[in-house]
């Protein structure tokens, strides 16, 4: 069974700041991960993912999470946020057998102030 | 577009009650998901279906059950409904692993 630890459940920050959201997973199987953003009274959207090949994968609005196998994390970064990156940020994992079993950590709500 | 509908944004019933969440999607996708979001608890998943009436029990399947009669459609009842289940309930799709498209969810109160 997999399982995933978000290390902080809030993340103040300023506007053009840089950002680091924690994620550390557990599993016995080779697995695939995943960073959801949920924006405010909006459902969950897919914001980047981890299937195979290169460890550090990008999304479209300046994300990026690199898969560290020895260390079991995916953090997410973003260089300079903006106020529209405030939103809760859900890591999630399932195994690669198949299974679409997704597993989601409790989330960290990333505030931006000007 | 790619769109996941839940028939309601907000719910409030009584205790007892027999309460009946319906999600229905419109890419064809094989796989559908229930889940609850609660504040400090993330997302835990009740139940989930790989194909028309075809089901499995989630982390947290009791007190719910569910119903997919047909591809496109995805039901979650809760049998009498307890103030416990007050909650935000999630549904979702899929058809490639791990992108799940979800709907806007529903927010259950039990009175």
């Known amino acids: 069974a997999q399982s995933v630890t978000q290390l902080d459940s809030q993340v103040p920050v300023f506007e053009e700041a840089p950002v680091e959201l924690r994620c550390n997973y557990s599993?016995?199987?080779?697995?695939?991960l995943f960073w959801y953003v949920q924006y405010p009274n909006q459902g969950l959207q897919l914001l980047l993912k981890?299937?195979?090949?290169?460890?550090l994968v990008e999304s479209i609005n300046g994300f990026e999470a690199e898969f560290n196998k020895s260390q079991t994390s995916f953090h997410l970064r973003k260089p300079s946020v903006h106020i529209s990156d405030t939103a809760e940020y859900f890591c999630?994992?399932?195994?690669?057998?198949?299974?679409?079993?997704?597993?989601f950590g409790k989330g960290t709500k990333l505030t931006v102030n000007p | 577009d790619v769109k996941v509908t839940q028939s309601s944004r907000y719910l409030v019933k009584r205790t007892g009650e027999k309460v009946f969440l319906e999600c229905v999607q419109d890419?064809?996708?094989?796989?559908m998901f229930w889940y609850r979001q609660d504040p400090g608890l993330g997302l835990r998943l009740i139940y989930f279906?790989?194909?028309?009436?075809?089901?499995e029990k989630g982390d947290i399947p009791e007190g719910y059950s569910v119903s997919r009669e047909k591809k496109e459609r995805f039901s979650l009842i809760l049998e009498s409904a307890s103030t416990n289940q007050t909650s935000m309930y999630l549904c979702?799709?899929?058809?490639?692993?791990?992108?799940?498209?979800f709907g806007s969810g529903t927010q259950l109160s039990v009175l």
């Open positions: 890419m064809d996708h094989e796989n």
């Open positions: 279906s790989y194909d028309v009436k075809m089901k």
């Open positions: 599993s016995s199987v080779s697995v695939y």
């Open positions: 981890y299937l195979s090949g290169s460890t």
């Open positions: 979702a799709s899929s058809h490639s692993a791990g992108k799940l498209f």
């Open positions: 999630a994992v399932s195994g690669q057998g198949g299974s679409e079993k997704l597993v």
